[in-house]
């Protein structure tokens, strides 16, 4: 096998992105170790397979997912994180909770939340993090995003952040709209790091990797 190792964890496999696991939940092929991760059904995945350049989701790391839905990108991210990290993981659908709730027992470093991430102060009783991690494809989804990084990120934390354009403004140009939130996330006191453009895995969808200048 051609494996090339990416980020610690994390690496391309002749020519897929797969993390260092041996278990399956999504029907995922899992081959000598490796686990793959399709990259049209994340867009971590996504943002890996574009060439991010940072990532600031290790092992070890604590991370708080806003928009988990059934669990897919968060089961991956807990692998790379293991078993010294943790992941809080902010889901307010009952159809999508229901789903990842199995998938959280099975992993072990992941605590699932009922909730609204539009209203942090429902789960005030986490602890600081190390990455805000968010994709709940909201229209206010930054401002959402800058508000749980006040409440829940630690000094010099990162933010992560997926940029739906068409929930945010179905007129303007996709790389527009993810500027304006790169400039909002600036304004707010962030280090804006990297906007990739995610297609063509997901079309009109970028992905902001930000670091608190605090
Ligand atoms: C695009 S999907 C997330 C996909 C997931 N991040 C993945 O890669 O596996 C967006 C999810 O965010 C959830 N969501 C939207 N607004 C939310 C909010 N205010 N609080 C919590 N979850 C929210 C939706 O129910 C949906 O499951």
Not at 85 to 101: D, M, N, Q, T, W
Not at 119 to 131: G, L
Request: hydrophobic share 45%; glycine share 8%; net charge neutral.
């Amino acid at each position: 096998m051609g494996a090339q190792e990416k980020f610690p964890g994390v690496s391309i496999v002749n020519g897929r992105l797969a993390v260092n696991a041996n278990h399956s939940f999504f029907g995922e092929i899992v081959e000598k170790g490796y686990r793959f991760w399709d990259p049209n059904r994340s867009k971590l995945g996504a943002a890996l397979m574009k060439g991010l350049k940072e990532l600031p989701i290790k092992f070890g790391s604590s991370v708080l997912y806003l928009g988990a839905a059934h669990g897919f990108t968060t089961s991956f991210i807990s692998d790379i994180v293991g078993s010294a990290g943790i992941i809080y993981a902010v889901e307010f659908s009952e159809r999508c909770f229901k789903e990842l709730l199995p998938i959280a027992e099975k992993l072990k470093n992941v605590v699932p939340i009922k909730g609204d991430a539009r209203m942090p102060e429902t789960y005030s009783w986490i602890e600081k993090m190390d990455v805000v991690y968010c994709d709940i494809a909201d229209p206010q989804q930054t401002e959402v995003a800058i508000r749980n990084c006040s409440a829940f990120l630690k000094p010099k934390g990162y933010l992560m952040i997926a940029i739906k354009t068409q929930s945010i403004d179905v007129t303007a140009q996709p790389a527009t709209v993810a500027q304006a939130e790169a400039d909002k996330l600036r304004k707010a006191g962030f280090d804006v790091l990297e906007v990739l453009n995610l297609e063509p895995f997901e079309e009109k969808h970028y992905f902001i990797v930000a670091r608190s200048r605090a």
